[in-house]
């Protein structure tokens, strides 16, 4: 079952757009994903200019993988590299602990399976997928956290806490190490989930990953290479200080024509805001410092560049020459990152969800500036995973999965609705609307009487409608007592296909799953997955 984005609240309408009504957004966009036609055009650009940074990947790639061992796809792959001929489908993702949200994953998926696709479809070259590991990303409230369904079908947050006040301006996520507190955490999650067969030794399997000493980058690699490694899957880790080196070019043209950039992107954002919204937020300067333990925004001052935050500043001189010296201390913002990763990879697909094809309206006028061809924006796919149990309580009341799609208390107020033999707002509704206009009567003919009584009749009327709704209220409560065993079971089917009111793809972790149904549930997930329909599928379990 595929439900059109459309029709699932919460989307950005340039979403909308870019899936359906490219038309109206294709000024914002440079290649139209959907226009297969352009596919070879676009190839053939990219093979064409190459650059030394990209021919030197797949070197840097061996050295990365020298302390694991990839499976022969991936050898291949990496190895594939070096070729002319060969273009990138690339994604990315914050560092989140255990994976994050299930997204990253159906991100991955899609840009194996595309890969696999063109690789079919255009034999004259070779496509290989790449997952760039979003190291340089210091927003540590958004990657140590999971969302799981407990033993009492309610969702809960399992958070990795350490030792630093919430206010801190933190280092890098891939820099920072895994302390003593991952002990509770993982404790956490085993207190929350029921046991099966499986849990155990999933569990121990991610605590090896996730131990004490390791960084959030080393545990994140170490899980994705564990689950898609099979798959052929290459993972780039863009801080390695070589790859560091290759994009000194790159971030000496945005310290010396920051002025243009910006004046470029502030007026294809103020554009956007007319029409749609501007996802993120125009900095003058598109790049941030590394320094004592935290990572800040480099902002021009007249002669000089100033850390945000920090009493710390460069001439310019100072800044080229810390560039030459420690070009690793240097990394982009959003909006500088998709430049970064295509002067790096020759990618020819990224892979995005909603809120990355939303900003990469913005980043467009910065391939022109920086000379670099832009990828086709390549809408991940998206599902969600329905259980034979959920499935049952639609069944029951005669619901479809899109129907979930909503808050809580609406859902409830529907189905008791549906079932209940009187529906309290329509009989109440009427009561009310009796009422009103028979006091309003009643005060049309006061008021040849006395006017001072005719004007208090509006008050008496919104006392009784007040008491109305009281005894509303108590019927209500007297009808949820009478259906309360199907009130609980719409809050499990909510929280199963529409936690906290979001995409259960947004909110859930995979552990929920995998621990119920062992690590063959991510080979059913790959298999299912469509990744050509650009809507949102169901997929059945």
Same mark, same amino acid.
């Given at each position: ?26 000024? +914002? ?21 190459? !650059? ?25 792959? *990496? ?27 159906? &991100?991955?998926?899609?840009? *194996? ?37 407990? !033993? ?27 302390? =003593?507190?991952?002990?509770? /955490? +993982?404790?956490?999650?085993? #207190?929350?989930? %029921? ?16 131990? $004490?000493?390791?960084? /959030? ?26 790859? #560091?080196?290759?994009? *000194? ?12 950039? !910006? =004046? ?48 710390? &500043? ?24 998709? $430049? ?6 020759? !990618? ?11 900003? +990469? ?14 990828? /086709? ?26 129907d979930a799609f ?5 859902l409830e107020n529907?189905? *008791? ?9 329509? @009989?109440?509704g009427e009561t ?6 028979? $006091? ?8 040849? $009487? ?10 008496? &009327?919104? &006392? ?48 929920? /799953?995998?621990?119920?149904?062992? @690590?063959?549930? @991510?080979? %059913? ?17």
């Amino acid at each position: 079952m595929f439900i059109p984005f459309n029709e699932i609240p919460g989307h950005h309408e340039i979403f909308l757009d870019y899936l359906y009504n490219f038309k109206k957004v294709e000024k +914002f966009y440079g290649l139209n994903f959907n226009d297969k036609e352009q596919y070879p055009n676009v190839f053939k650009t990219h093979t064409e200019k190459k !650059t030394d940074a990209q021919n030197k990947i797949s070197d840097i790639l061996k050295e990365q993988y020298k302390d694991l061992n990839p499976s022969e796809k991936t050898n291949q792959n *990496i190895s594939l590299l070096k070729e002319k001929e060969t273009l990138a489908v690339v994604t990315g993702q914050q560092l989140g602990i255990i994976g994050g949200p299930l997204y990253t994953f159906y &991100k991955i998926i899609t840009a *194996i399976k595309l890969s696999n696709y063109l690789s079919e479809k255009y034999d004259g070259y070779n496509f290989v997928p790449i997952f760039w590991l979003e190291g340089d990303d210091h927003d540590f409230e958004e990657v140590r956290a999971i969302n799981l369904i407990d !033993t009492n079908n309610n969702l809960v947050n399992v958070s990795y806490n350490d030792d630093l006040p919430p206010d801190i301006e933190r280092d890098s996520i891939g820099s920072t190490s895994i302390k =003593e507190f991952i002990t509770a /955490f +993982f404790e956490n999650i085993d #207190k929350n989930l %029921r046991n099966t067969e499986f849990k155990d030794d999933l569990l121990k399997q991610l605590q090896n990953f996730y131990s $004490i000493g390791k960084t /959030f980058k080393e545990s994140f690699k170490d899980l994705i290479f564990w689950l898609f490694d099979k798959y052929g899957l290459v993972i780039f880790d863009p801080q390695d200080k070589s790859a #560091k080196e290759l994009l *000194i070019p790159v971030i000496k043209k945005e310290i010396n024509n920051f002025r243009q950039h !910006t =004046e470029k992107l502030v007026a294809v954002s103020a554009e956007l805001e007319e029409k749609y919204h501007a996802q993120v937020k125009v900095h003058p300067l598109n790049l941030f410092y590394s320094t004592d333990g935290g990572r800040y925004s480099i902002e021009p001052d007249e002669n000089i560049f100033k850390l945000r935050r920090k009493r710390k &500043k460069f001439s310019y001189d100072e800044l080229m020459g810390e560039l030459e010296e420690h070009p690793e201390n240097f990394s982009p913002n959003v909006l500088l990152r998709p $430049i970064c990763q295509d002067y790096l990879l020759p !990618t020819a697909f990224y892979v995005a969800g909603p809120s990355e094809i939303a900003y +990469f309206a913005q980043v467009n006028p910065l391939y022109s500036a920086f000379e670099i061809p832009e990828p /086709f924006i390549y809408p991940r796919s998206s599902a969600t995973i329905l259980e034979n149990n959920i499935n049952s309580v639609l069944g029951k009341y005669n619901l479809e999965p899109a129907d979930a799609f909503t808050d809580l208390k609406s859902l409830e107020n529907r189905v *008791i609705g549906d079932i209940s033999d009187h529906s309290l707002d329509e @009989m109440f509704g009427e009561t009310e609307n009796q009422i009103t206009t028979a $006091i309003d009567k009643l005060r049309e003919n006061l008021f040849a $009487i006395d006017k001072t009584i005719s004007d208090s009749g509006s008050r008496y &009327k919104e &006392k009784i409608i007040s008491d109305l709704q009281g005894l509303k209220e108590k019927a209500v409560q007297a009808q949820n007592k009478k259906h309360e065993t199907t009130l609980r079971q719409i809050e499990k089917l909510s929280t199963h296909i529409y936690p906290d009111s979001n995409l259960q793809e947004r909110e859930l972790n995979f552990l929920y /799953f995998a621990h119920k149904y062992g @690590m063959d549930f @991510m080979q %059913r997930i790959f298999d299912a997955l469509e990744i050509n329909k650009f809507k949102h599928q169901i997929i059945n379990f």
